[in-house]
């Protein structure tokens, strides 16, 4: 059974930084492409970016290039979200996907239609 589980969500004040983790189990992570989204209240889903988890290439929204990192672990079969700099406005559910490999870049990233399945979510919350 192909399931995706988001942690490390929580509250973290504005500058700060957080790591989120997106752990895939009922298959390998393989060629496939991991997205990170998010949504936040009263907000359509946002793409943030993706990876291809053969060779670790990655792909960014620009509303989060330099500040939001997107990496793997294949032996853990993880994927983690990295964010500094965070800001008011990022406070949402964040959301990992998995599709297949062409969907890592560009629209069939950031718009998400290429994901087969979704996590449950984790919720940031960036607050003083």
């Known amino acids: 059974q192909v399931q995706l589980v988001e942690s490390g969500g929580g509250l973290v004040q504005p500058g700060g930084s957080l790591r989120l983790s997106c752990a895939a189990s009922?298959?390998?992570?393989?060629?496939?492409?991991i997205g990170w989204f998010r949504q936040a209240p009263g907000k359509e889903r946002e793409g943030l970016g993706c990876?291809?988890?053969?060779?670790?290439?990655?792909y960014y929204a620009d509303s989060v290039k330099g500040r939001f990192t997107i990496s793997r672990d294949n032996a853990k079969n993880t994927v983690y979200l990295q964010m500094n700099s965070l800001k008011p406005e990022d406070t949402a559910v964040y959301y990992c996907?998995?599709?297949?490999?062409?969907?890592?870049?560009?629209?069939?990233?950031?718009?998400?239609?290429?994901?087969?399945?979704w996590g449950k979510g984790t919720l940031v919350t960036v607050s003083s």
């Open positions: 009922g298959f390998t992570l393989g060629y496939l492409a």
């Open positions: 990876i291809r988890t053969d060779d670790g290439s990655t």
């Open positions: 996907a998995v599709g297949p490999q062409s969907s890592w870049y560009g629209n069939s990233c950031l718009l998400g239609d290429g994901m087969d399945y």
